[in-house]
C-alpha cells in the first residue's frame, strides 16, 4: 500500500514566490549598491623585518650598517646581506679588520658560515644566506684586527611567513556575484 501526500497547490505558489521576490530583491541590490572600482591591499608602515639596521660602538669609533637584498627576505631564495664598516667620527672606511658572521634562528639553530674569516675590501663586505624559516633571527659580527678579537655586533631580523601573498581568487567579485556563482553551480 503506497500513500501520496497531496501537494497543496498554495505551498508550491508561496515557494515560487518566496524564490523570486529573493532573486529580484538581490539582483536589485546588485545593481543599485556601488560596486567598488579598485582593489587595493595594504600593509602598515610599521612590520618592518630589521629591528635595527645599524649598530654602533662609540669605544671602538665604529658604526656599521646592514642591508639586505631582497629588503624583505623570502623563505627558501637566497639574500644578500651587505654590510658597511665606517668609523664613527668622519664616517670614513675602517681599514684592516676582517670578520666573522654567525646566524641564529628562534630554534637556536647557528649557522657560521663555514667558520671562515671574511676579509673587509673598503669597509663592506658581503654575505648570502637563504633563511629556512621564518621567524626572528640574529646575526652576530665579530671584527677582527689581524687575528686578534676586536668586536662584537648584533642585528636582529624578522622574516614574514611569505612576504608574496597571492589575492584571494574572488577577489574582484562582490557579494552578489559570488552567491550566484555558488547558486548556479
Do not use: C
Amino acid at each position: 500500500m503506497t500513500f501520496k501526500m497531496k501537494t497543496n497547490p498554495i505551498f508550491m505558489d508561496i515557494k515560487y514566490v518566496i524564490f523570486y521576490s529573493l532573486f529580484f530583491n538581490m539582483l536589485t541590490l546588485s545593481i543599485l549598491v556601488p560596486k567598488p572600482q579598485y582593489l587595493a591591499y595594504s600593509q602598515t608602515e610599521n612590520n618592518t623585518n630589521i629591528n635595527s639596521n645599524v649598530w654602533t660602538s662609540e669605544r671602538n669609533n665604529l658604526n656599521i650598517t646592514m642591508k639586505l637584498m631582497p629588503q624583505v627576505p623570502i623563505i627558501d631564495q637566497k639574500t644578500k646581506i651587505l654590510f658597511d664598516v665606517r668609523t664613527l667620527n668622519d664616517s670614513s672606511e675602517f681599514e684592516g679588520l676582517k670578520a666573522k658572521v654567525t646566524l641564529t634562528d628562534h630554534d637556536s639553530r647557528l649557522y657560521k658560515f663555514e667558520n671562515k674569516i671574511i676579509p673587509i675590501n673598503h669597509g663592506k663586505f658581503s654575505i648570502e644566506y637563504i633563511f629556512p624559516d621564518d621567524g626572528q633571527h640574529r646575526i652576530l659580527l665579530q671584527l677582527y684586527k689581524n687575528t686578534t678579537a676586536f668586536t662584537v655586533g648584533s642585528f636582529d631580523i624578522f622574516i614574514p611567513h611569505s612576504s608574496i601573498q597571492p589575492p584571494p581568487p574572488n577577489a574582484n567579485k562582490d557579494f552578489f556575484t559570488q552567491f550566484f556563482d555558488n547558486f548556479l553551480n
